[in-house]
């Protein structure tokens, strides 16, 4: 699988993933037919060596890319391994699908190209925490938050009592604080983000 890449470097580095016993190919665009026609050329080399698949997802929102992102990595098998090429061509769709891989529950690795005069090395990108994991209590409390919600109404939809108050109070800051809580001062009313409805529906 592969996203904004530089031709030459991209071919490359697959050649390099055939050969490790790779054997089919996600190719992601933009719908620009511009950028597409830049790499048009490596796309059909690139079918004679490996069962390829050209995916076209809009660039913005931001958020609309992160969601077709998650769409294509689903597509894939449960048990299939996938290596997610990093690429310096559409930085904003390489962007989304690395924020994908936050949300998807698959054995994922990320790798780069590098080009160095006439040569070419793929490295390994160090493993990042992904996907993001809840805890049950953290979950239980995301999912209680919904849309404009004071405190006490949360504490009651969790059945909770005056004791749980500080608990839940500690995991709405640690979900606000890592962006799938937004928290309203004036009227002291809770939220979920787009990045926290999109956490649940992972869990679904």
């Not at 050969?19 to 992601?28: E, F, Q």
């Not at 609309?64 to 048990?79: F, H, M, P, Q, W």
């Not at 809580?181 to 009313?189: G, P, W």
Request: proline letters at 3%.
């Amino acid at each position: 699988m592969s996203v904004g890449f530089t031709p030459k470097v991209f071919e490359e580095s697959l050649r390099n993933a055939v050969k490790t016993g790779a054997d089919r190919a996600i190719v992601i665009h933009s719908k620009d037919r511009s950028e597409r026609e830049k790499v048009r050329d490596t796309i059909e080399r690139i079918k004679t060596l490996i069962s390829t698949r050209e995916e076209f997802i809009t660039d913005e929102p931001f958020e609309k890319a992160v969601r077709e992102c998650i769409r294509i990595l689903n597509s894939t098998g449960k048990d299939d391994e996938l290596y997610i090429h990093i690429g310096g061509g559409e930085r904003h769709i390489a962007l989304a699908l690395l924020y994908a891989t936050f949300f998807v529950k698959r054995k994922m690795h990320l790798i780069v190209t590098i080009r160095k005069a006439d040569r070419f090395k793929t490295d390994l990108l160090p493993p990042i925490s992904a996907p993001f994991v809840l805890s049950s209590s953290q979950k239980k409390v995301l999912e209680a938050v919904k849309e404009d919600r004071k405190l006490k109404e949360i504490v009651d939809d969790l059945k909770g009592d005056r004791k749980d108050y500080p608990r839940i109070f500690r995991h709405l800051n640690n979900l606000e604080s890592i962006g799938f809580v937004s928290f309203n001062q004036d009227e002291k009313k809770y939220s979920q983000t787009f990045w926290g409805r999109l956490l649940l529906e992972g869990y679904k």
